[in-house]
């Protein structure tokens, strides 16, 4: 047995509450406590996952964890199906997007929105927004040509949407920026790919903004620009920039920023991410970040690095009150014997005469923690072993879920995310980074759309397969204890709607909470 205490913190340092998390041997029962979510489960029985799963409170949305988990979205506004692919108009994308006001946006078609211009929202009123790319037939949607973007709203949550951007190669493909204060963002299951100076970012300037990012897949990106992300202030390390979860994200053939963190002050935790072909470096820290950075795989592949130091580095800044945590990351040709009190995989990005800062060479041991700075809610199947990263990360993430055309779960992955996959999985990853002529679209299914029949947006099929839903009669909006999927059981003891509930099931979620993956 092995057990472990640990406590959430504020930014001054005073707790929040406690929580154990408890795993047994597999032949035991495992009984893993998250704050507000209790998961039973019994390996011997199903190790592809049976059990209990108990909600007690209400989250962004059933399996959400980390500092993100904390928003509502859109909970219980206006209701916008998106029906077709056509660049505005009804049904489309963009006018649910930019709509303002509390709205769930539900993607009910296959295929890939050319937009051409920008779809960007401006104000306040475009946040409280949840967006459900799982409701979809087949692979469901990519947003592809110009980029879309978010600016001065909060209160957003986004599950299994593509986004991809070969028009503008001056922009990223997804952006969240300059989040309005309080709330935050939930992004998971999305796939981002093509850009430049970043494939996806969250710029956040307020200390109750609160941020998770999870089960991302990021890819390609402009040569010479080919970056991943940034979260925080954009690299100024002048403003106070909240909370942040990033974990269990992959990102495939790019050269840095997995992802850059800056603040004046930052509480940010990083665990089982899965980096894979990348050249120059990995994270780098601006300002006065806490950060956790532990259990993660970086897996070197076939490019070749572009640094004498293709690690973590931190910029110096005089007065900055930087903290790392580093433990049992992997970090391919480099140190792939992941241990405790990891200091050498952290390098000083410049060089400060003054300050006795060698460009390059070892931060100072005073920088580093014997324990964990920040605990904001661990997913419910607990921290993975660093060795296991790999195999979890492909098999779960991106955007991979859809409906049948008979309203049946379907697991639905695109043919440029699988190809992503399988050459890391093989170790089969280019040489070279593709340039932005040849990035290519990926192909849809053709999917017939499922039948509803009552128009309350759940699938017959879904509503068929539990006595107290009626296919014929709408009842999204009530509310439902006793669930029963087969293998497993939810008690909602929550109040998340029935809605809710089917969202969590065909994206995935629950099936999440059981062993950690979603496949």
Excluded at 94 to 113: C, L, M, P, Y
């Amino acid at each position: 047995r092995r057990q472990r205490q640990m406590c959430i913190r504020d930014r001054t340092g005073t707790d929040q509450f406690d929580y154990t998390t408890s795993i047994t041997n597999e032949d035991e029962t495992v009984n893993s406590e998250q704050g507000s979510v209790t998961v039973t489960v019994n390996p011997s029985t199903d190790k592809g996952g049976s059990g209990t799963i108990q909600l007690n409170s209400l989250k962004a949305f059933p399996s959400a964890f980390g500092a993100g988990q904390v928003i509502d979205g859109g909970r219980g506004g206006k209701i916008y199906e998106v029906t077709n692919t056509n660049d505005s108009g009804a049904g489309s994308f963009r006018e649910a997007f930019t709509a303002s006001g509390d709205r769930i946006i539900i993607i009910k078609v296959e295929g890939r929105v050319d937009l051409r211009s920008m779809m960007n929202t401006s104000s306040a009123g475009n946040g409280n927004l949840t967006i459900w790319g799982q409701f979809a037939p087949g692979r469901g949607l990519t947003i592809s040509g110009k980029r879309f973007t978010m600016y001065n709203s909060t209160n957003i949550i986004v599950r299994h949407i593509s986004a991809q951007n070969k028009v503008d190669p001056g922009l990223g493909s997804f952006g969240i920026r300059d989040l309005a204060p309080g709330g935050g963002v939930y992004l998971d299951h999305i796939s981002a790919r093509y850009g430049m100076d970043q494939v996806m970012d969250v710029v956040s300037r307020h200390p109750d903004n609160n941020v998770t990012a999870a089960y991302n897949l990021m890819a390609e990106a402009v040569e010479g620009h080919n970056t991943g992300s940034i979260f925080g202030d954009s690299g100024g390390g002048n403003d106070d920039t909240g909370n942040l979860t990033f974990a269990r994200n992959m990102y495939y053939n790019i050269s840095h920023r997995f992802p850059n963190l800056s603040g004046r002050s930052m509480f940010v935790e990083h665990y089982n991410n899965y980096i894979v072909n990348w050249q120059q470096r990995l994270t780098a820290v601006n300002g006065g970040v806490t950060l956790d950075y532990f259990n993660n795989y970086a897996e070197s592949g076939n490019h070749s690095k572009g640094s004498k130091a293709p690690v973590n580095k931190y910029q110096y800044v005089s007065g900055e009150n930087f903290s790392v945590f580093s433990d049992n990351n992997f970090i391919g040709d480099w140190d792939e014997t992941p241990n405790s009190d990891q200091q050498n995989i952290w390098a000083w990005r410049k060089g400060n005469s003054s300050a006795g800062v060698v460009e390059n060479a070892q931060i100072f041991p005073k920088y580093f923690t014997k324990s964990r700075n920040n605990s904001f809610g661990e997913p419910a199947d607990g921290i993975w072993n660093v060795m296991d990263v790999p195999a979890k990360v492909r098999a779960s993430v991106g955007h991979n879920r859809g409906i049948n055309a008979d309203g049946s779960p379907g697991f639905f992955r695109d043919d440029k995310d699988a190809s992503y996959i399988s050459k890391a999985a093989s170790g089969a990853t280019e040489s070279t980074y593709r340039v932005l002529s040849q990035w290519d679209d990926s192909k849809f299914t053709g999917t017939a759309m499922y039948k509803d029949t009552d128009g309350d947006h759940m699938p017959d099929w879904f509503e068929n397969q539990h006595a107290h839903l009626d296919a014929n009669s709408p009842d999204g909006d009530r509310k439902h204890v006793a669930w029963d999927f087969g293998n497993y059981t939810v008690d909602n003891n929550a109040g998340y709607s029935n809605l809710e509930m089917c969202a969590e099931f065909y994206a995935g979620g629950f099936e999440t909470m059981l062993d950690g993956t979603n496949d």
